[in-house]
């Protein structure tokens, strides 16, 4: 379905000619004269996007903003000004306007932010889908991404929540492995009984087996008195195992057992305890490996990865990295009670082309620091660390906004093609493009229906 925009300027022949371009580009496009006429328009109609001027009779683009935002706070609102009342439009920005235009408006300009606006609009809408299907109980807002890889983890998610199955995950650090076992948890029959966290390599291993299942007074030096495991502890709810792979082979068969019988004896006792835990187990490492080195045993693998769920490391789906900044960009500036909106833009090309060895962890912790050092709306380069300042760019673009989005787009263009073997349908459709749109576009960025070997090595 199109995309809805309503266009409010008091000058006809700019409400008309804007009409126009936009209609070119395929979207449903209303147009009105005034403030009033608008905010009424917006009551009874519902548009993803509202340009409008800012002066304008009966009611300005700022009261404008103000009224309608409350109706529909939804819709994304971009104010229109001449250069002289710049500073009226940041003001508006500040309000919750989401961009603004200088007049005259150049017409690929605004197809650009149109085009963009809508794909944030889009993409703020199926991360909010994706939470509330799954939860946004215990932190699984941080469980962000729109990435194809992403969707399959949040897929599996949802389908393996409901039931008892124990989950392996498997991910480097610094992908989330506790945030997604907390997401199953939050989301199952379990999710008002205990969500208990061990990491296993970094229990002695002496003490690994009392701290699972516990121990009775008098059963080694120092044991005072009864000790419950967390296999008790955690009765009805669900073991989060984390770095499973370190368990000592000893303590994999007693795991083993205690998952099967779904009973225990505490160390030093000789009577079994029942329990009734779900186990989800973590692991950076291939364990199917170790279990052909004999260094994990294959009957507690297969036990364990009754669903398995691979998490991509964050250079595995850079799509999200946006997303992601966004979202350490208003925790933080909340917590430190700044007003940071974003990014500029070398800081986000350094940001996308960092491969983060570290994960998402690496990443909040970068933004975290940025915003400690930034005094601007807008985090720089110069408030990134040391490491990031010297990332390289991965293309030296024009100056000229211009001229840097046509480099870009007949890149971008180019890769798809090559991608899709230079099937012009399925390079449309991957690019969400008409055949026609496609044609033009190579026509206007000179990109030959066939070519030349150094466009074809790209």
Known sequence: MAARILIADDEKPIRDSLKMVLEDEGYSTDVVGDGEEALEKIKSDKFDIVITDIKMPKLDGIQLLEQASKISPETFFVIMTAYASVNTAIDALRQGAYDYLIKPVEFDDLIIRIKRLLEYKNLAFENKSLRQRISTEADFTNLIGKSEPMRKVFSIITQVAPTNSNVLIIGKSGTGKELVAKAIHYNSNRRDKVFLPINCGAISENLIESELFGHKKGSFTGATEDKLGLFKVADGGTLFLDEIGDLPLNMQVKLLRAIEDRAFIPVGGVKPVSTDVR????????????????????????????????????????????????????????????????????????????????????????????????????????????????????????????????????????????????????????LEIGLSSLYRKMDELNIPTKLSQEEDNL
């Open 279 to 430: 186990i989800i187990a973590a692991t950076n490492q291939n364990l199917y490996e170790k279990t052909k080195t004999g260094e994990f045993r294959e009957d507690l693998y297969y036990r364990l990865n009754v669903v398995e769920i691979n998490l991509p490391a964050l250079n595995e789906r850079k799509e999200d990295i946006p997303l992601l900044v966004n979202h350490f960009i208003e925790k933080y500036s909340k917590e430190m009670g700044k007003k940071i909106i974003g990014t500029d833009n070398d800081t986000m090309r350094i940001l996308l082309n960092h491969e983060w060895p570290g994960g998402v962890r690496e990443l909040e912790n970068v933004i975290e620091r940025a915003i400690i050092f930034s005094s601007k709306e807008l985090i720089t380069v110069e408030n990134l660390p040391e490491y990031l300042k010297g990332v390289p760019m991965a293309h030296d673009y024009p100056d000229s906004l211009k001229e840097a989005m046509r480099s870009f787009e007949r890149e971008h263009i180019l890769k798809v093609m090559k991608k899709y073997d230079y099937n012009k349908d399925e390079v449309a459709k991957a």
